[in-house]
């Protein structure tokens, strides 16, 4: 059975940093597309992040990129959001998710390509 568990949200000032790690168990990851999404109060989850299997190639939505960067260590199972320059608007719960498809494309912005999906870690950035 195959297990994600994200870590490392918190609350931190606007302009801070967060890292946030998703150990994943059950499976390799080294063979998996990873992606992170979030999802605010009373709105809709919403693509982060993609980062394939090898870890050359990433997605990022427009609204994090040059903040945000997305990594992977295949050795330990585990993959990370690193969080810079945090606005208010960050606030949501952060998800990690895998997904078995072989091709790394544009389609992997989407939720529905991933089949497995951690509980989330709250991330409040204050101002």
């Known amino acids: 059975q195959v297990q994600l568990a994200e870590s490392g949200g918190g609350l931190v000032q606007a302009g801070g940093s967060l890292r946030l790690s998703c150990a994943v168990s059950g499976r390799t990851v080294s063979s998996t597309t990873m992606g992170w999404f979030r999802q605010a109060p009373g709105q809709e989850r919403e693509f982060v992040a993609a980062?394939?299997?090898?870890?050359?190639?990433?997605y990022y939505q427009d609204s994090v990129k040059g903040r945000f960067t997305v990594s992977r260590d295949n050795g330990k199972n585990t993959v990370y959001l690193e969080m810079d320059s945090l606005k208010p608007q960050d606030t949501a719960v952060y998800y990690c998710?895998?997904?078995?498809?072989?091709?790394?494309?544009?389609?992997?912005?989407?939720?529905?390509?991933?089949?497995?999906w951690g509980q989330g870690t709250q991330v409040t950035v204050s101002s």
């Open positions: 998710a895998a997904s078995t498809r072989t091709s790394f494309t544009l389609l992997n912005t989407r939720a529905s390509t991933y089949n497995y």
């Open positions: 980062i394939n299997w090898s870890g050359r190639s990433s």
